[in-house]
């Protein structure tokens, strides 16, 4: 007889006020009763939420899991295939013969080179935010500048570019939009990406994009390939930053310790993307019947993966809902798991601890302009929860 059945109506998605880090009340009751819950997706099927840390841990390392965006059993309609190129909705060996050309270009050593002009990115945009101050929206003035230039450099997007790109992938991946504007600003991204990876093959420059055209990869492989590393590259970082910025203002103490001793840099780093995890969640279709924390999860079922309840589970994290920067970091699911773990997580981890360590230092009194609750945060149907705008304010004489 298998385990009992906790079972909810719909994915909640709305948070309590006045508790903009923590995961929706009902999925932290939801981890409370049992890590495998069962649900109605919005096109009617059955469906599982994973909230467990161990349960979600071993679904993306299990390959009877499929990524596939074509295998989705959630809508009432057919969903198409994903594009070439967009590799993280496929399995391997499709998923595999996208990533392999990639891995060795985003290595800890080769992040770890690349520190010296995160440092010089992040010097240049608190510059220009201190000689405005002293107020700044940090979002626009600090958290998206920073790894729109960086991954923009990386795959060799031309400077003046780079602001209506970010224009269109925040349009794409903001959650807020019709969809005539999303499919506007996604047409619009791969038409200019279609142009830059021709210029690319005619004119290689010092670039990850004009190494890959040296590679088998066809032009809509590798325009799908750009997209993907783009937007990942820019839009969870800059969430990352602004939200880990907001996070650290409302735990005074816990802000105060990592203003006074940087060697918490890292660990706060790791500490912020398991107590956030901006990326929120992601779903696997079984590809056969599966058993799954006592329950049999049939072939053909969508499961939804929490990432921010399973960073908040209580058997992996103590204290989970308080944010601790001296904690020992046990292996958070904030850049996932398995073959699909985060390709750019080197590079995020770099751009953060940078970024977060010269904002303190150049502002110690850096504090919010606008009471918490007015801070306006991202929808939840987002496909990375953040902050919209994040008005700050210091102290002029210390500039």
């Not at 059945?5 to 994915?11: G, K, M, Q």
């Amino acid at each position: 007889m298998g385990e009992p059945v906790h079972t909810i109506a719909t994915l909640p998605t709305e948070r309590r006020p006045g508790c903009p880090f923590d995961p929706p009340a009902e999925l932290i009751e939801a981890r409370q009763h049992a890590p495998l819950s069962r649900f109605t997706h919005p096109g009617g099927q059955t469906g599982w939420l994973i909230t467990g840390y161990d349960l979600a841990r071993s679904v993306l390392a299990d390959s009877r899991f499929s990524s596939r965006k074509d295998l989705l059993n959630v809508v009432d309609f057919e969903v198409p295939p994903a594009p070439p190129g967009e590799f993280l909705l496929m399995d391997d060996p499709e998923h595999r013969r996208y990533r392999k050309p990639l891995a060795g270009k985003f290595t800890v050593r080769r992040m770890r080179l690349l520190t010296e002009r995160v440092e010089e990115i992040t010097a240049d945009c608190l510059d220009a935010m201190e000689k405005a101050g002293p107020t700044a929206d940090l979002v626009t003035a600090f958290a998206k500048p920073i790894p729109t230039i960086v991954i923009c450099e990386l795959l060799g997007v031309p400077y003046e570019d780079r602001g209506s790109f970010q224009e269109q992938i925040d349009t794409f991946m903001g959650g807020e939009t019709s969809d005539e504007e999303l499919i506007a600003a996604y047409t619009a991204t791969q038409e200019y990406l279609a142009k830059l990876v021709a210029a690319k093959r005619a004119h290689p420059t010092d670039d990850v994009l004009s190494e890959l055209t040296d590679s088998d990869l066809t032009d809509e492989e590798l325009k799908g390939i750009s997209l993907v590393l783009l937007a990942a590259g820019f839009d969870t970082t800059a969430n990352m930053l602004a939200l880990g910025t907001f996070a650290l203002l409302q735990n005074p103490e816990q802000l105060a310790a990592l203003r006074d001793d940087p060697s918490l840099t890292e660990g706060a780093v790791e500490e912020l993307l398991r107590y956030l995890s901006v990326a929120k969640s992601s779903m696997r279709t079984a590809l056969e019947d599966v058993e799954l924390g006592g329950h049999t999860i049939e072939a053909g079922t969508t499961v939804v993966l929490s990432y921010h309840t399973a960073n908040r589970d209580p058997e992996r994290f103590p204290d989970p809902h308080v944010l601790d920067l001296r904690r020992e970091q046990d292996g958070h699911l904030a850049f996932t798991h398995g073959i699909h773990q985060c390709l750019g997580q080197q590079l995020a981890r770099v751009e953060m601890r940078v970024a977060f360590r010269a904002l303190l230092d150049r502002f110690p009194t850096l504090r919010l302009a606008v009471p918490a609750e007015e801070v306006r945060l991202r929808p939840e149907t987002a496909d990375i929860y953040g902050v919209k705008s994040l008005p700050v304010t210091w102290d002029r004489e210390e500039s």
